[in-house]
């Protein structure tokens, strides 16, 4: 999926650094929906380290999204669970939202799982916000019942829930590739 002005492409080691502002500046998002959530004000999500990154990095499963300049603006980190392809974090600079960049991120994952063998791709998000499990929605993406979670899924929703989320909040999806 193209988005003029923008490149969607694999990342480079030297740009890993970056990403965390990235996803800093875009959780700034969830601000205003701290209570609706069930997340305190002081409770922020906690970034993706640079180490795993790299090592994403490494593996070919981490993509960006570059301006017409090259500076990054958003990127797509995934983690292979199984027989899934897990999308472990979205983001896109605000200030380049509502561009396409998020779809275009996604169809990138969506082709790499494919090309790798993956049945699907799964992720968990929100359930009702709208930047959440309804634009997964609209891209494919189907909500799987708690009842039919897989153990791997199910660690996922441990995992979470250990960090304080509102799991009752939230979903895990899925999309077939």
């Known amino acids: 999926m193209l988005v003029p002005g ?10 890993v650094g ?6 800093r500046q875009a959780n700034q998002l969830f ?17 993706s380290s640079v180490a795993a990154l790299r090592i994403a990095n490494d593996d070919g499963r981490l993509w960006v999204a570059a301006d017409s300049q090259g500076q990054l603006v958003g990127f797509a980190l995934v983690t292979e669970l199984g027989l899934f392809a897990h999308l472990e974090e979205l983001d896109v600079l605000p200030a380049h939202g509502r561009q396409g960049l998020g779809s275009a991120l996604l169809e990138a994952v969506c082709e790499w799982a494919y090309s790798r063998g993956f ?18 929605a609209r891209r494919g ?5 708690p009842s039919e979670l897989p153990p791997e899924l199910l660690e996922i929703v ?3 829930n250990q960090k304080g989320l509102r799991t009752d909040l939230r979903v895990i999806m899925q999309r077939e590739v």
Do not use: C, K, M
Not at 18 to 23: Q, S, V
């Open 119 to 136: 049945s699907a791709v799964t992720l968990s998000t929100f359930r009702d916000v709208a930047w959440n499990a309804p634009f997964y």
């Open 141 to 145: 993406f189907v909500v799987i019942p």
């Open 31 to 47: 601000a205003s929906h701290t209570g609706d959530l069930g997340l305190r004000s002081e409770q922020a999500p906690a970034l």
């Open 158 to 160: 441990s995992r979470e």
């Open 6 to 15: 923008y490149t969607i492409r694999l990342s480079r080691r030297s740009e």
């Open 18 to 23: 970056a990403l965390p502002e990235i996803e």
